[in-house]
Structure formats: C-alpha cells, structure tokens
C-alpha cells in the first residue's frame, strides 16, 4: 500500500517511522512518502500521488482547510470540521475525513482526563484548533473558549462547532480561565518559535494538553509549573494514526486499537 503525508515542514514529522512501525506490527507492507509541500501547490501533489498509486495521505500543517476543499465528498465529521487530516484515494473521486478529533478523545481517554463539565481554552484556530475543539465538545465540555491571534478566524471556528453542538457553549476572544488548555497552535515545534501561547491565560488548569509532540515545550512547562498535569501530543498522534489506517484499510477495533496504541506510543516517548 502506497501513502503518505503532506504538509510544510514535513522533516520533524515523526510519521513515516510510524507508520512503517505499524506496518511491521501489522504485517502489511506500505511506502510512505513525507513531502513538503510548497504553497499553492496541494492540488499538483494530490493529482500526482493518485498517477502514482498512492492508496492515501495524510494531511499536516498548514494545509487541512486547503485539502477538505480539494476533496469531492467529506465525511460527516470532516464536514462538520472543515479540516481533513487523512484523504482516500478513490478510482474517480477523493475523500476526506477527519481523525484528529477522535485520536484527541482516545489520548484524553488514556490520560483519564474528563472534560465533561469542564471549561476549556483552546489555542489556536486551524484544522487541529478545529479537531480539538470537536473532541472537547464530544466529551461534553461545558464551555470552549477559543483564542487565536486572527480574532475572525476564532469566531468562525466558535460559530461553526456551536451549530454542530449546542450544548456547549463557545466563544472567542481572549483566554479566559478554564480547566482545560489546549495548544493547537505550531509553537513550541521544532523550527517554530519556542514561545507559550498560554502567556496572558488567567489562572491555572488542571490539564494541560499540547499537540506538539516529542520535545519539552514553553507551554508544557509553563502548565506544569501551574500544577497542571501536562501530556504532549504523541498519543494522540498514535491514535489518529491508527484511526487513519482504518479509513484506508479496515476496521482494527477497539481492543486492538488500544493494544496498537500501547506499543506506538512507547517509541514516541
């Protein structure tokens, strides 16, 4: 099975070893192929993947809004989000999904981290801002507070997910205090600026969640020193993985999928 991910800077991305890790445990053998993707340029790389024989991709920062558009159906929940991380390669058509949402509630799951109730602050206002924000209200979180530095952008990704789950009550604008913060901006990446989007966030919560995965980031340690417990986004990043072979292959089931997971996340960390 021919795959791969798409995205700009793809070097850091801790995928292709992933996969090629699952692959092994799975015994089904795949090529997976990281490329950079220069801007304006998604649509040439999907179009020449599919002459290829790729089977799928994965899509990363900065382009999961530009690929849902791409995309001739999205799954509900990619419709829902906006975004796609994952894309299936169909004889005449490419469809999108979303696996982050999911791959954040099994993480959170692990972590034994409750949001129902909860409030939570969610950094960011991208295709992972919109995944998180999902999971959050899919958990039954009382309120999501989004903060972003393009202020629009953060009342777009409130206004969208609010029709989707009315229970949850959403807002954008500047942090607020909250239970529950949430980094799904890119800073703290390597190559990125190592800075703390939660610099100005009142008060202190008692879970503290980054998508960056694999190094000790300016948020991470700025929560722990709040007394928050504090996970990195690898676990996450396993679960949507395994979520995303799902759409490509078969269904694994939770109990494999939680097994799965045990064994991935151990080489992340």
């Known amino acids: 099975m021919k795959l791969g991910l798409f995205g700009r800077p793809v070097a850091h991305s801790f995928s292709p070893r992933l996969f090629a890790r ?20 998604l649509p040439e790389a999907l179009a020449s993947a599919r002459a290829r024989g790729w089977r799928g991709a994965n899509v990363t920062i900065p382009y999961k809004l530009d690929a849902a558009a791409l995309c001739a159906r999205l799954t509900p929940q990619a419709r829902v989000l906006g975004a796609v991380n994952v894309l299936r390669f169909e004889k005449s058509r490419v469809v999108g999904h979303n696996t982050d949402g999911e791959g954040l509630v099994d993480a959170l799951k692990r972590a034994g981290v409750s949001v129902r109730g909860k409030r939570a602050l969610v950094f960011g206002a991208g295709g992972a801002a919109r995944a998180a924000a999902w999971a959050l209200a899919k958990g039954g979180a009382r ?24 229970r949850t009550a959403f807002s954008a604008g500047r942090p607020n205090q909250a239970d529950i ?8 990446q390597k190559g990125r600026p190592d800075l703390s989007p939660a610099d100005a966030a009142p008060g202190a ?22 007394g928050a417990r504090v996970q990195d986004g690898g676990a996450m990043l396993v679960y949507q993985a395994l979520r995303a072979w799902e759409f490509w292959d078969k269904p694994l089931g939770p109990a494999r999928r939680a097994r799965l997971a045990e064994t991935l996340i151990k080489e992340i960390a």
């Open 22 to 41: 699952l692959a092994r445990l799975l015994e089904s053998p795949i090529e997976y192929a990281a490329v950079d993707v220069a801007p304006g340029a």
């Open 143 to 166: 309120s999501v507070r989004v903060s972003n530095r393009t202020a629009s952008t953060a009342r777009k990704l409130a206004r969208d997910l609010a029709a989707a789950f009315p």
């Open 205 to 226: 919560p008692a879970a503290a969640v980054d998508l960056v995965y694999g190094r000790r980031t300016p948020f991470q340690r700025q929560a722990a020193a709040l």
């Open 181 to 188: 913060w949430i980094n799904a901006t890119p800073l703290g």
